[in-house]
C-alpha cells in the first residue's frame, strides 16, 4: 500500500491511508515530516491507481489554508503544528515538518449542508448524529445552522465511526470536547465565507487536532482540502434542481461515485478507471486555482 521512500536524515515511521510520517533518523526533537502521496482513499479502503500530483496539490493547499487561519484571514490565530525547516528535495512540494503532537482519537466533522452518510442517516431517522433537523430537507440543502458531527477516528483499515457529542465528551472530557466542536465550527464558518467569496460552497469538512506538549488544542494533519472537505460549485447549486446538479464538486466525489456504482463494498476494490483519475486531478486543481488566485 505504501510508496515510502527512503529520506536522508528521516526514518519512516508510519503510513496512513494517503500520508507517510518520518521522524528525525538522529531520534533528536519532537519534530515529524508528513509527506502526502498520491493515493487515494474512499470508503475506507485506499484505491489503485493514485492521483497524479495529489500529494503536492494537497499540500499546497492546507498550507494555504493554515496559513489564513494563524490569523490572515482576519480572525483569530488557530494554532497550528507546523514548524520551521526544509523537507528534503525528493518530497519538496508534497511534504511539512511538523511538531509531533498527541492527537485526539476523533475527527471533528462540520456540516453546513445535508449530503453524504448525513443524508443516509436523516432518510431513516430525521437526524444527523443523533442531532434532530427540521423536517422536509433534501439531499444537498443548506442546513439552518453548520453543526458538529464527530467521528471516531478507527485504526487503519478499519472503518471510522460517526459519535454522539456525549460519546466524544466520554472520550476527550466534557471541557475539551467543548473546545474542539467550538473551535471546528469557527474555523468552518470562516473558510467557507472565504469560499463563498469565490463562488464556492464548502459543504462539509472534517479536522484533525492534537495537544502540544503545553496542553493547547493544535490544529494538524491537512486542512480544509478536496480529501478532507466537500466544495460545490455555487452558481450550480443556486440553479440545480437535481442533486446532481446542485451538488457539482471539486473533490473526490467523481471517485466516490464511480466506486459506489461499480462496487459492493466487498473485498478488494477496482482499479479506478483512467478517465476517472484525470477528471479527479482536474478537479482539485481546479479548487486550488480558484481558492487561491
Not at 82 to 91: E, H, I, Q, W, Y
Not at 133 to 155: C, H, N, Q, V
Amino acid at each position: 500500500m505504501t510508496d515510502a521512500l527512503d529520506l536522508p536524515g528521516w526514518t519512516h515511521v508510519y503510513s496512513g491511508k494517503v500520508r507517510d510520517l518520518y521522524r528525525p533518523a538522529d531520534g533528536q526533537g519532537d519534530r515529524m515530516l508528513v509527506v502526502a502521496s498520491d493515493r487515494v482513499s474512499a470508503f475506507d479502503h485506499v484505491l489503485s491507481p493514485g492521483i497524479p500530483g495529489k500529494g503536492e496539490l494537497l499540500t499546497t493547499l492546507s498550507l494555504w489554508w493554515f496559513g489564513r487561519l494563524a490569523g490572515a484571514d482576519g480572525g483569530r490565530a488557530i494554532a497550528n503544528h507546523l514548524t520551521g525547516g526544509d523537507v528534503p528535495a525528493a518530497v519538496t512540494g508534497r511534504a511539512m515538518i511538523v511538531r509531533e503532537l498527541d492527537m485526539l482519537p476523533i475527527e471533528c466533522v462540520v456540516r453546513g449542508y445535508l449530503t453524504g452518510s448525513g443524508w443516509a442517516e436523516y432518510r431513516t431517522a430525521q437526524t444527523v448524529c443523533s442531532i434532530p433537523l427540521p423536517a422536509g430537507l433534501s439531499d444537498g440543502d443548506r442546513l439552518p445552522e453548520p453543526i458538529f458531527t464527530p467521528a471516531y477516528k478507527a485504526p487503519l483499515g478499519e472503518h471510522d465511526e460517526n459519535i454522539s457529542f456525549a460519546r466524544a465528551e466520554e472520550l476527550v472530557g466534557a471541557e475539551r470536547a467543548a473546545e474542539l466542536r467550538d473551535t471546528s465550527l469557527e474555523i468552518y464558518r470562516r473558510a467557507a465565507a472565504t469560499a463563498r467569496a469565490r463562488g464556492l460552497i464548502l459543504a462539509d469538512t472534517k479536522f484533525e487536532f492534537g495537544v502540544d506538549a503545553h496542553g493547547v488544542l493544535t490544529l494538524a494533519d491537512e486542512v480544509l482540502t478536496s480529501d478532507s472537505s466537500r466544495y460545490w460549485d455555487g452558481a450550480a447549486w443556486a440553479a440545480g434542481t437535481t442533486p446532481a446538479e446542485r451538488m457539482a464538486s471539486f473533490d473526490k466525489q467523481i471517485v466516490r461515485d464511480w466506486l459506489a456504482a461499480n462496487w459492493d463494498k466487498t473485498g478488494t476494490p477496482p482499479e479506478l478507471p483512467a478517465d476517472i483519475v484525470t477528471r479527479t486531478a482536474g478537479k482539485y486543481r481546479e479548487l486550488l486555482e480558484k481558492l487561491t488566485a
